[in-house]
């Protein structure tokens, strides 16, 4: 046996932008939060306790890649066989000594490698064997998305690894068991790893794809064309090989007299964090940030305080990073920010809004009006749809989000973007209305 110490780990910054100035009894104070992970090295976690390691184990990750082999993956044929490609070029992908496993899923789960309640070594003979395993997979059967996490999840614990991660593939409805099962097994596998998912074609359901992997903090897109199944699969072996600290916390404390009205990630996707709290002591909270290798990300923060007089000034909230240890400790990553509060009565400084919060909080009114719009679409209001969808074309061409509104252009007819106004087109094919919701979410981060 060898033991393989762990090699750089990225480092953490915390950075607040904000406009800490309020009016006299002012309450409501706004922050982007940016956390910014770099150098890390290509093995190893923060959270990676010292343990023996046979020669060639990668102590670091463990991936468990669910195909969808119902009946449906078979119409056309070449669907199935996109999969099937499409998961051997990820297995290709992994990196040596990492813990893998491959799960066909229909009505059951089934294990196609290594089987019997095992994970596999990522080593030349395993991938061959996988790939050997993945040419007898075969359409047949129904969808039931929350069995196949279930057993991901019993695979994933038996691996001692700090990156525990997901890759789900379906390309039809969760049919064969109800939205209450499929929310119980996302509320089981919440925090114990995150999860990539992809709909291919387009008989599936964008918000339970997307709604899977909000629940475990990985990400969501379409594959309109099953032939671009294996590059897709490809880039994201590559960005779940580039975790190396996992169950990253942002812990919130507010001072006595405080609330927190929410908390949300806003780059690179709108995810509403608030509901996600856990409490860690007084007046303190955390937030699951999920794994991080060499990235950042934007946290839009909205608390509010006791109104105060001018001149008065206050720490509306401390933010940190933390990692949840055995035993309910943490470990804390080093990296912190303030948020301020300050009451003016100098009009100019009390009403100008931080470029960063306003930033953002059209970026997340984009997400939400396209939603929205969509779903009017769909019930046949077209005049609501109009108006919220030519809302969407106006904060995508203000804010720069010109893939949004590239998406955009493809379900309206855009007039004058400046001003909203759009016609709905009369014919959209069902991949580009599918495209946009899947991808609403998606953000850009403030001008330079």
């Given amino acids: 046996m060898a033991i393989f110490a762990k090699s750089n780990v990225p480092q953490f910054s915390v950075d607040v932008y904000q406009n800490e100035y309020l009016p006299e009894g002012g309450r409501e104070v706004n922050a982007v939060v940016t956390v910014t992970a770099t150098g890390g090295g290509t093995i190893g976690s923060a959270v990676a306790a010292p343990h023996l390691y046979a020669p060639g184990e990668d102590p670091s990750a463990a991936v468990v890649l669910m195909v969808d082999c119902s009946g449906s993956m078979d119409h056309p044929p070449t669907k199935m066989r996109n999969a099937r490609d499409a998961t051997g070029a990820a297995i290709d992908t992994l990196r040596d000594g990492v813990h893998f496993a491959v799960v066909a899923g229909t009505h059951l789960a089934r294990e196609v490698y290594p089987g019997d309640g095992r994970l596999a070594v990522a080593g030349p003979d395993t991938r061959e064997q996988a790939k050997q395993a993945l040419r007898k997979l075969s359409a047949g059967g129904g969808t039931a998305i929350g069995t196949w996490l279930r057993r991901a999840d019993r695979l994933l614990a038996s691996a001692d690894v700090a990156i525990r991660h997901g890759i789900l593939l379906t390309d039809g409805r969760n049919e064969h068991e109800s939205p209450e099962d499929l929310r119980a097994a996302l509320d089981a596998c919440a925090g114990r790893f995150t999860c990539d998912a992809r709909g291919v074609g387009t008989d599936w359901e964008v918000k339970e794809v997307t709604g899977i992997a909000s629940a475990l903090l990985g990400t969501a897109d379409i594959v309109a064309d099953p032939a671009g199944l294996a590059a897709d699969f490809t880039r994201m072996m590559e960005t779940a090989m580039g975790k190396e600290v996992a169950d990253v916390s942002l812990r919130l404390w507010t001072p006595a007299g405080a609330t927190v009205t929410f908390v949300k990630q806003v780059a690179p996707t709108v995810e509403e964090l608030t509901g996600r709290r856990t409490e860690a002591g007084p007046r303190t909270g955390d937030y699951p940030l999920g794994s991080w290798g060499d990235e950042s990300r934007d946290y839009h923060l909205c608390v509010a305080v006791p109104p105060a007089a001018v001149g008065r000034e206050m720490l509306a909230a401390r933010v940190s990073l933390v990692i949840p240890q055995p035993g309910g400790s943490v470990q804390s990553l080093g990296a912190q920010g303030l948020v301020r509060a300050v009451w003016t009565?100098?009009?100019?400084?009390?009403?100008?809004?931080?470029?960063?919060?306003?930033?953002?909080?059209?970026?997340?009114?984009?997400?939400?009006?396209?939603?929205?719009?969509?779903?009017?679409?769909?019930?046949?209001?077209?005049?609501?749809?109009?108006?919220?969808?030519?809302?969407?074309?106006q904060l995508a061409s203000a804010s720069g989000n010109a893939d949004t509104a590239k998406l955009l252009a493809k379900v309206v007819d855009v007039v004058d973007a400046a001003t909203g106004t759009v016609r709905l087109k009369t014919k959209v094919e069902e991949a580009d209305e599918m495209t946009l919701e899947t991808r609403s979410t998606k953000t850009v981060r403030v001008k330079k």
């Fill in 345 to 393: 009565d100098d009009l100019a400084a009390s009403t100008s809004i931080n470029p960063q919060v306003a930033h953002y909080t059209g970026q997340a009114e984009l997400a939400e009006v396209i939603q929205e719009g969509l779903d009017l679409r769909k019930v046949g209001d077209m005049d609501g749809a109009t108006a919220k969808l030519g809302r969407a074309v």
